[in-house]
């Protein structure tokens, strides 16, 4: 299965600002996929980022306020503007597995974000 | 979308005792996943189950498709099963298996 690491694994951030997470796969990947937790809560899918093309967002989350970055196969970066209390969350990168895992989901270790 | 229901929402077990999990959805799925999240929040992919029956050591689940749901069985529980429970799927005109729609978890606890 692929090896994801994700940094930082936490942060603490003031209101208004931004907070960019970094996701590096150790094996080309087609898709990657942004995910948020927040605090007690399931999964919710924010969205696909492909590599050469735009970002696909799920119902609920805008370009402007989660800005992705995909600029090769085996890294994206997630972007969280205009912070604030609400976005306090654990957010994961997550990408298939095509190979002898097909059909499998894995997960970064995840960042936890708290908005002050 | 397509619905994900877990029971029970929370489970307290002694160590050595055995349970069963079940995730109900609302359509018929391409891709059923169950996932353990740990103290640590790691998530840790369990099974790709989309339909059948399935084994790792003391853990095994089994997807009835046509009667949409899923069951996870752990055996001989030990502390380390403590966490969170994840039951994912993809509906089944979804084309990514990576567009999870997931259930709202399993807590469980085991005491030693």
């Known amino acids: 299965s692929a090896v994801i690491s994700q940094k930082p694994s936490r942060d603490i951030c003031q209101r208004g600002t931004s907070l960019t997470i970094q996701c590096q796969v150790d094996?080309?990947?087609?898709?990657m996929f942004w995910y948020r937790q927040q605090p007690g809560q399931s999964l919710t899918l924010i969205a696909t980022?492909?590599?050469?093309?735009?970002?696909?967002?799920e119902s609920g989350f805008v370009i402007d306020k989660f800005p992705i970055s995909r600029p090769n196969l085996t890294f994206s970066t997630l972007t969280v503007s205009n912070l604030s209390p609400e976005d306090s969350s654990i957010y994961l990168c997550?990408?298939?597995?095509?190979?002898?895992?097909?059909?499998?989901?894995?997960f970064g270790s995840g960042t936890q974000l708290s908005v002050l | 979308g397509i619905q994900v229901e877990q029971s029970p929402p929370d489970l307290i077990l002694q160590e050595g005792a055995n349970s069963t999990l079940r995730c109900n959805f609302s359509?018929?799925?391409?891709?059923l996943q169950w996932f353990h999240q740990n103290p640590w929040g790691q998530l840790i992919n369990l099974f790709y189950?989309?339909?059948g029956t399935k084994q790792n050591g003391r853990l095994s689940a089994t997807t009835v498709a046509t009667e949409r749901y899923s069951l996870l069985y752990i055996s001989s529980s030990q502390t380390t099963d403590s966490g969170v429970y994840f039951c994912?799927?993809?509906?089944?005109?979804?084309?990514?298996?990576?567009?999870?729609?997931f259930g709202q978890g399993t807590i469980l606890t085991v005491h030693p």
């Open positions: 980022a492909n590599q050469g093309s735009e970002a696909t967002y």
């Open positions: 359509d018929s799925v391409n891709n």
């Open positions: 189950i989309p339909s």
């Open positions: 997550s990408v298939e597995d095509g190979g002898f895992a097909f059909g499998k989901l894995f």
């Open positions: 994912a799927v993809v509906g089944a005109g979804g084309t990514s298996y990576g567009k999870l729609t």
């Open positions: 094996s080309q990947v087609t898709m």
